[in-house]
């Protein structure tokens, strides 16, 4: 498992541990209470790092190259899925996933950005970076799910959306845009959940909906730290700086009443254990959802016209 | 290479050709055989139809008349079939028209190039209609467009999927405009289908152009197609001719259009009936939240 800068120390003990294991088992000497001793301190010191993450840590760890994505939490949370393609126009980007599902018996659209595992998938998959034919095929599926009345359920993890000639050229502007506006009127419940990094606007063109959550160690920014520190001092290198002045934690945006709740994570992070990590999910995703599923479409979509409404914050 | 021009000593190998007695020419009679178009491989025709057609080596997808195909996808005995007797007239006094429906009457034992009916899959009800390229190239006229239309509104009244396996070459030039309206028939029908919330499920199989890629072939709230199907408006020939390329190798298959964003999926012939039955369950009114 890689290990990030902060966690080092976590790192160190557990490999002090491991060693003293493998010393233990092939050796007459017997150091069961020695190690017991560190994993008692190795508890203590995980919890004094993990409950104390800088944001910066928190940037890391959204950025964590094990971090499970989107179809790792769609093989835990749902059954039956079954991938749909093609935005019907250009293309199929592979950097947005999605397609029919059961969730809990119930069917479900589910739809989200996809990095790739390694080099060669990130390549096919741009980095988890759409073009506009990513957020059109969405909004294909959305408007289905809609027509179908079926619940929309969207996993949001991108750096943002792809910059490049080609995407400016297909309307990369216009299909984010369009995005927003037509999920503003979907007549259907929409749960969104940052399980990553929420990269501006690429990130909200998945993420209007009448619940939005956070994973502990995700953000969601209207810029990145690296592209904040840029723009605001002209030096990138202050990311880290930018990344505690930008309020970009699950924590700041609760507090900034732009979300709705924080979905906790397994300590050391959701790739420690993905399983783990979709049964908390589950636990918030499941009452929210049973709780939409009351309301009528109206209520439904008037109450996402206010909990849009009443986000910014101004003095008279 | 050029040196090899000046290698003369080499003897020349003797060639033999094998001449077949006629007796083991009539070893194997017509038909039992079968050689895949795209590996060449040769296999018994009765192994091919077993694995629904689809060669044993290569996984190339050969053709399948509309019988072949109910019988693969419909459970069996819940197969109803609609309009049987719908037959085509001569609306344009074309030359030899008639005779030629007639030949492939004979040939395929179908009336038109359409098997429209209602039958269940995996015990889902559904309309479908099936298409026979080996009828008239699946041509569209008069009747495949009314039995798909009638088959559209029987969905509609029955309030269950429908369900169209395309394969056509388009519309029927022997019926002249009349088939061009075909296309605005069938569609105005699905458009009606589909606002009162019904399902349409298309699945392309090769071939699919002209008319029919046109209309309703690509109006499903699905669109799926077999591997290696070639769907496309315009013929490669006219496209090269006008635009004096050269088109890539794997242009208009059904991974192609995949690729474009035209297509949900490419299926497999085996796990079609699996997938679409799946599909048709995550379609069943009345799912809760458990």
Redesign the interface.
């Given at each position: 498992m890689i290990g990030l800068e902060f966690e080092k120390p976590v790192m160190e003990l557990k490999g002090k541990i491991a060693e003293l294991k493998e010393f233990t088992s092939t050796s007459d000497v017997d150091l069961t209470e020695e190690i017991e001793k560190l994993e008692q301190r190795l508890k203590k010191l995980e919890k004094d790092i993990y409950e104390s993450m800088t944001p910066w840590d928190r940037v890391q760890m959204a950025r964590h190259p094990e971090r499970p994505t989107t179809l790792d939490y769609i093989q835990h949370l749902f059954t039956?899925f079954?991938?749909?393609?093609?935005?019907?126009?250009?293309?199929?980007d592979a950097a947005i996933v999605g397609g029919?599902a059961?969730?809990?018996?119930?069917?479900v659209t589910v739809i989200g950005h996809q990095r790739g595992r390694d080099t060669k998938e990130n390549i096919k998959r741009t980095f988890g970076m759409p073009h506009p034919?990513g957020y059109r095929?969405a909004l294909r599926l959305m408007n289905?799910a809609v027509?179908?009345k079926?619940p929309i359920i969207c996993l949001i993890d991108t750096k943002g959306a792809y910059p490049g000639k080609a995407a400016e050229e297909r309307g990369q502007s216009e299909a984010i845009a369009r995005n927003l506006f037509e999920m503003a009127g979907m007549e259907v419940p929409v749960i969104c959940i940052v399980i990553g990094e929420g990269g501006s606007g690429g990130a909200l063109a998945l993420g209007i909906g009448d619940k939005l959550f956070m994973l502990e160690n995700s953000t969601y920014s209207v810029i990145s730290p690296e592209g904040a520190a840029a723009l605001l001092w002209k030096d990138a290198s202050q990311a880290k700086r930018a990344a505690e002045t930008m309020k970009i934690t699950a924590g700041d945006l609760k507090e900034l009443g732009v979300i709705d709740a924080i979905i906790p994570e397994v300590s050391g992070g959701a790739h420690r254990n993905i399983a783990q990590q979709a049964a908390l999910i589950d636990q918030m995703l499941?009452p929210a959802?049973?709780e939409l599923?009351q309301l009528s479409i109206p209520e439904l979509l008037d109450n996402r016209y206010i909990k849009y409404k009443q986000i910014g914050e101004y003095t008279l | 290479m050029i040196k090899d021009l000046f290698n003369k000593q080499k003897p020349k190998k003797k060639k033999y050709a094998t001449i077949p007695t006629e007796a083991s020419k009539q070893d194997v009679p017509e038909g039992i055989m079968q050689k895949c178009p795209k590996c060449k491989k040769i296999m018994y025709t009765k192994e091919l139809k077993k694995n629904l057609n689809v060669c044993l080596q290569c996984g190339h997808h050969h053709g399948m008349t509309s019988l072949e195909r109910r019988d693969s996808f419909i459970d069996e005995g819940t197969f109803q079939e609609l309009d049987a007797a719908l037959s085509s007239t001569n609306p344009l006094n074309f030359p030899g028209y008639l005779e030629k429906v007639e030949a492939d009457r004979q040939k395929t034992g179908m009336n038109e190039a359409i098997l429209t009916g209602v039958g269940q899959v995996e015990g889902h009800e559904v309309v479908v209609a099936i298409m026979d390229a080996n009828f008239r190239m699946g041509s569209m006229g008069s009747v495949v467009g009314e039995k798909i239309t009638r088959a559209i509104e029987e969905a509609g009244r029955r309030n269950v999927p429908f369900i169209i396996f395309t394969a056509s070459g388009g519309a029927r030039m022997q019926e002249g405009v009349l088939s061009l309206m075909q296309m605005a028939k069938t569609s105005v029908a699905l458009k009606r289908f589909s606002e009162n919330g019904g399902l349409i499920i298309s699945i392309m199989t090769h071939p699919t152009t002209g008319g029919v890629s046109a209309s309703f072939a690509s109006l499903g709230d699905y669109n799926f197609a077999e591997p290696g199907a070639l769907i496309g408006f315009a013929g490669r020939r006219i496209i090269e001719q006008t635009i004096r390329e050269k088109l890539p190798e794997d242009f208009q298959t059904a991974e192609f259009l995949l690729k474009h964003g035209q297509l949900d999926a490419v299926i497999h012939r085996h796990d079609m009936k699996e997938k679409i039955a799946f599909l048709l369950d995550i379609h069943e009114p009345g799912g809760e939240l458990a």
């Open positions: 039956d079954m991938e749909l393609h093609g935005d019907r126009l250009f293309g199929d029919v059961k969730y809990h018996g119930l069917p034919e095929k289905q027509k179908f079926r499941k959802l049973q599923l | -």
